[in-house]
T-cell receptor
């Protein structure tokens, strides 16, 4: 079956602009996660959605970052007023639920802020 | 913050060798541990998931073990092949969802 998909695969933007990154999880997966991978920092957790519960936003680095998940499926990560330090690969993952928690990752979106 | 450490950071071996990648973590209150591989410019591919109640998992030439008491996991790759060249990441979760990653071991298998 289809895996996790993300779009766009690459995004170049100017400092100060807003960007939206999209994630389509594996069909039937109720849990969805966003991570960020940047040079020197490794992979860090950003936000987690489980079904209709309130998301865990504890990993978001600033209030410029937000995410939503519509209809329990597709998710959008929005970064407002982008800064150069936001440049990274943004990875989305999904799992059947948090108890099983084998996470399957998408190919990522490479964001470059000029 | 829970730490996950992977040693070595990089490893080069000739084809056919068996090899072991190490992962250590603080805090034995682990929920599960997952091993991934990442090819350059690509996302993560899940290799093995070990639940906290398990001691090891096997898939083909791969075997992963988990020792919670010592805070260690190992990934054993048998009869390595050039196609195994990639970065290998281990990640633990202690809360059932967010994964905490190590920085990875970059593996090169030479023909």
């Amino acid at each position: 079956g289809a895996g996790v998909s993300q779009s766009p695969s690459n995004k170049v933007t100017e400092k100060g602009k807003d960007v939206e990154l999209r994630c389509d999880p594996i069909s039937g997966h109720t849990a969805l996660y966003w991570y960020r991978q940047s040079l020197g920092q490794g992979l860090e957790f950003l936000i987690y959605f489980q079904g209709n519960s309130a998301p865990d936003k504890s990993g978001l680095p600033s209030d410029r970052f937000s995410a939503e998940r519509t209809g329990g499926s597709v998710s959008t990560l929005t970064i407002q007023r982008t800064q150069q330090e936001d440049s990274a690969v943004y990875l989305c993952a999904s799992s059947w639920d948090s108890s099983r928690n084998e996470q399957f990752f998408g190919p990522g979106t490479r964001l470059t802020v000029l | 913050k829970q730490e996950v450490t992977q040693i070595p950071a990089a490893l080069s071996v000739p084809e056919g060798e068996n090899l072991v990648l190490n992962c250590s973590f603080t805090d034995s209150a682990i929920y599960n541990l997952q091993w991934f591989r990442q090819d350059p410019g690509k996302g993560l591919t899940s290799l093995l998931l070990i639940q906290s109640s398990q001691r090891e998992q096997t898939s083909g030439r791969l075997n992963a073990s988990l020792d919670k008491s010592s805070g260690r996991s190992t990934l054993y790759i048998a009869a390595s092949q050039p196609g195994d060249s990639a970065t290998y990441l281990c990640a633990r979760s202690n809360s059932g969802y967010a994964l905490n990653f190590g920085k990875g071991t970059s593996l090169l298998v030479t023909p």
